[in-house]
T-cell receptor, first 114, second 112 residues
């Protein structure tokens, strides 16, 4: 049973470019959450997707957008990259059942913006 | 609003010594609390969770944590540290909706 998988593992971009990160949830999970972890910090919630809709959003600008597909996989898109977007981006999957269920994390995508 | 505070960004212990990592929470509703571990260049792995059942929670790798409402604490302990425990540890609380709010982390070093 595969856990949460993310691709790519590493990515280097330049300022102003756009990037797409991908996440496949753990088998049986229907909800995907994205987090940004800057160096030396705890993860910060970006947004959460369920039933192909953004259900919640953290304090991130509109440059950060996402999508969820019918197979529950998800993408995170970041436009007009800034140096400050350099971070580890973590995807977590869970069940959306109204109960605070455990979130399982992938290994992350490390984005470097030059 | 919910939040967690982890006291001590760096903790160093000797192999075989007690591990104590501190976490205090703030929550206007009964909290769901978690400890995650992050090894270098990896994602987060769940160590244990508190979901309003037993106040003493046992997790993987010999770790446990005790929920103390009167102290708003959820400290993580392990009786005897191993070299393999060296990692960063994050305490987290579920917010009012289904999202995790993390502390800033504690980096645990284990000296031989």
């Amino acid at each position: 049973d595969a856990g949460v998988t993310q691709s790519p593992t590493h990515l280097i971009k330049t300022r102003g470019q756009q990037v797409t990160l991908r996440c496949s949830p753990k088998s049986g999970h229907d909800t995907v959450s994205w987090y940004q972890q800057a160096l030396g910090q705890g993860p910060q919630f970006i947004f959460q997707y369920y039933e192909e809709e953004e259900r919640q959003r953290g304090n991130f600008p509109d440059r950060f957008s996402g999508h969820q597909f019918p197979n529950y996989s998800s993408e995170l898109n970041v436009n007009a990259l800034l140096l400050g977007d350099s971070a580890l981006y973590l995807c977590a999957s869970s069940h959306f059942s109204g109960v605070k269920n455990i979130q399982y994390f992938g290994a992350g995508t490390r984005l470097s913006v030059l | 609003a919910q939040s967690v505070t982890q006291l001590g960004s760096h903790v160093s212990v000797s192999e075989g010594a007690l591990v104590l990592l501190r976490c205090n929470y703030s929550s206007s509703v009964p909290p769901y609390l978690f400890w995650y571990v992050q090894y270098p260049n990896q994602g987060l792995q769940l160590l244990l969770k508190y979901t309003s059942a037993a106040t003493l929670v046992k997790g993987i790798n010999g770790f446990e944590a005790e929920f103390k409402k009167s102290e708003t604490s959820f400290h993580l302990t392990k009786p005897s540290a191993h070299m393999s425990d060296a990692a960063e540890y994050f305490c987290a609380v579920f917010g009012a909706t289904n999202k995790l709010i993390f502390g800033t982390g504690t980096l645990l070093a284990v000296q031989p």
